[in-house]
């Protein structure tokens, strides 16, 4: 089991949604999430779910990725290694 990151992140500067969004993207199944993915997870919607991932990335925490999907470029996201 992955145990969440140290609660200290907080106090760097890390909302608390981001903080959630974070530990979710550690413990789900899957390695690429998308803002739609995250809104059917979270009531959170799309302005307030990419400010989220834009602080994440901010922190070092998440990349944004591009995937192709036919003839549409796909952005996603996952955890940072």
Do not use: K, W
Request: charged residues 15%; proline residues 2%; glycine residues 10%.
């Amino acid at each position: 089991m992955i145990s969440p990151p140290d609660v200290g992140a907080l106090s760097n500067g890390l909302s608390a949604r981001s903080y959630g969004v974070y530990c979710y993207m550690l413990t789900a199944r899957g390695a690429c999430f998308t803002v739609t993915h995250f809104m059917a997870v979270f009531s959170d919607r799309r302005d307030g779910l990419n400010t989220t991932m834009a602080e994440l990335i901010a922190a070092g925490l998440v990349v944004a990725v591009e995937r192709r999907d036919g003839n549409l470029i796909r952005r996603g996201y996952q955890v940072a290694s």
